[in-house]
């Protein structure tokens, strides 16, 4: 058995999810005087690589302590939505379908294609990354219910639609940009697509359900795309934890890892090793109006 990580690398640079406390460190001692190196940390829960556990949203929920390991560790469908989705779009549970087999109790990797603008990348823009992806509507929400998934996990800042959260308010010039894209392409002005009877219905409506979901899934995510494979989430085992930092990865047979390690040497890599396939954007930018 064999591992590739899907995680985004974590440092003072990593952004956290909007207006949360990003990451910060010092050093308390080092190693001369004091014969080793000791450092301080302030964060978030919700910065680089993280899963939202129950009690971020739902007051009588489980903490991440009380996650199972066969909970977090399972069979999983990773689904590539690049070539269909663009800025501010919508995806839907048949987008999903029509690209990968997705079982009853699935764990479900959502690759937006939106990690190739994290801070790691080339191509990285943090306004594109955390409020211009694509995220889903209620019936995707209700099609993850009737799947019974485990968990969900996106390679973008949130598995919610940006505009379907605060950052609607919050950034009004990508509000109003969005606007005239569902206008166009949806036929309705965005508030009267995201009702507040929706509002960040991936977090509110799906965590008393016990689906809850990664959020900035990314390392070599390109690998899986369309494909099935065993993820693994690995929490701290965090009493009280409303949501934690991890590390998710893929796991592979040895049969398969030569495979891929041959398709990872093949590809562009960041500065941090990971690969990327730069398709990826050039099929998002097609589709979206102002790239």
Known sequence: MKFFDMTIPLGIATPPWPTYEPLQVKYFKRLAPNGANGQLLTHSNHLGTHLDGEIHFYTPGKDIASLDM?????EAAVVDLSDIC?????YSSQMVEERVEVKEGDILIVHTGYHHFGWDMPTADEIRYMVMHPGPDREFADWAKSKKLRWIGADCGSADHPMNTIIRDWMPRQAASADRHFREKYRMPLADYFTGDKYQLMHIEMFPHGIIHAECVGGDIDLFCNQRVTIGFFPWRFVDGESSIGRCVAIVDDSEYEKLMARK???????????FNPEHVEQINRLSRYY
Do not use: E, I, S, W
């Open 70 to 74: 066969d909970f977090l560790v399972h």
């Open 86 to 90: 663009g800025n501010y779009d919508v």
């Open 265 to 275: 040497a093949a590809l562009p890599k960041t500065r941090f090793g990971d690969c």
